[in-house]
DNA sequence: CAGTGGTCTAGACCACTGA
DNA sequence: CAGTGGTCTAGACCACTGA
């Protein structure tokens, strides 16, 4: 039985752990309790192939999990340090407010003040993507839960990605479900700021001009194209952003 | 030279991509265009490594980033599916304002209200993970851009993880950047939103008791160990938070 | 030059699922 | 049972770095 290849697995692995994520969590403590501080040189894959007899794959994958999670740094031809971590990455989780609302076992309505075409300015153009002056689409809806506005959608889309933007019925679909269909795959930038709602916005989401607000303006990009800019108004006293991270 | 194992690499791949970016770039554009739609079932590993004529190894790394990413949902026995995108993570990088401000070339200046050892209410207690009623540590610092209050940061500080909190010269070291000293690893959950602030953080801050203010509420926890709590707020005129994500 | 990480291969054993 | 993903090994070639 000399050449068989083991049929009994040599390795049960501490509680249920993959060797793999034995070498991480092991790296981890030791970044967590500050045995190496930002900066310091980890141990190199030889090392912890030899401290872990494990294969380099393994340790390999260890090392670049930890770097995908910001933990460390690693240099070809150099080492792997431990990362500063003066900029920690948290995951922000963007739900559609449709679906945010439905799972409260709540109602949502969406009441569509405007959907037109309009002529691009300068600097919209410019955002969108598209010549100057030439026509965009842009809405602007309200969406309430249980009747109180929580959000103003102010819309503008790229009419080349959603030619039949403007036929869509949003009291059916969000804009954003729609536009998730015609271009699924997303890239954004976006911005949170507290302000001031303009007239029209209070007027629309029934509160005072003076009220604070969570404005989101976020920018939409499918494979280099851009494909909308929407400005979300929120009551600050009925929206709230919540995460989690772990550095 | 029949063993010899290439001397030239059979695969130049195109364009600098190594073999696994090609795997992931190829399933990552079909779900871009629409050819796997939420829920629909992607291409197994044997069919990759048919296709591709690359190990599974390789398509097994291009899946599970995929799957990281949150673009693709993988089930042991199963196979692997379009994942459904109506929670979309974003990487929001929380940096250190001390870091921020000196980054944009300008001035940091702390002002320190108070820093003094105070009892913890119930809630307060639970939410550091100490007995009721007993001491927490508990500092109010105003930070400022060349001269203008950009934070008003008010913090609890659990005293068994940095006992010599009260000791800090918060002139020289941010909260957070001690803190991250003493802890170097954290989770956190925080929450976003936009409020009016108390008339001690309007007066602090130099702003009136009904402008907008964006107010960031943060727990941070090392290794299962609730840290702090701190209460930041900006005035919504000053202050923004961006970021990117790719879906 | 030795040491480092980046990546790949061709196999393997395993747990899990659903027919 | 066949098909799926989860993971591992022992080797390999390579690009890069700094002495």
Redesign the pocket.
């Known amino acids: 039985m000399a050449s068989t290849?083991?049929?009994?697995?040599p390795?049960p692995a501490a509680s249920g752990h993959?060797?793999?994520?034995r070498v991480k969590d092991f790296l981890k403590s030791g970044l967590a309790s500050g045995h190496w501080v930002p900066g310091d040189q980890?141990p190199?894959?030889?090392?912890l192939v030899q401290q872990f007899?494990?294969?380099?794959?393994?340790v390999?994958?260890a090392?670049?999990e930890l770097q995908a999670e910001g933990l460390v740094t690693?240099?070809?031809?150099?080492?792997?340090f431990a990362a500063h971590l003066s900029r920690v990455s948290s995951t922000l989780t963007i739900r559609d407010l449709h679906d945010e609302i439905v799972a409260r076992g709540h109602q949502h309505q969406a009441t569509v003040v405007f959907a037109k075409k309009e002529k691009a300015t300068a600097e919209l153009a410019a955002q969108l993507g598209v010549p100057a002056r030439s026509a965009v689409f842009h809405s602007l809806i309200v969406h309430s839960e249980n009747g109180v506005p929580l959000q103003c959608e102010d819309r503008y889309v790229n009419p080349a990605c959603a030619p039949d933007y403007l036929a869509v019925d949003f009291q059916t679909i969000t804009p954003t479900q729609y536009l998730l269909g015609v271009a699924p795959l997303w890239e954004a930038q976006y911005s949170i700021e507290a302000a001031a709602p303009t007239a029209q916005e209070a007027q629309l989401l029934g509160i005072g001009v003076q009220d604070p607000c969570l404005i989101v303006v976020r920018r939409t990009i499918n494979r280099g194209v851009p494909i909308t800019l929407a400005r979300l108004v929120h009551p600050g006293t009925h929206y709230q952003i919540s995460g989690a991270f772990k550095p």
Chains 1, 2 share one sequence.
């Open positions: 290849p083991h049929t009994h697995s390795k993959a060797p793999y994520t980890m190199s894959e030889a090392e007899a494990v294969s380099r794959m393994t390999g994958r090392l670049r690693r240099v070809q031809g150099v080492g792997s």
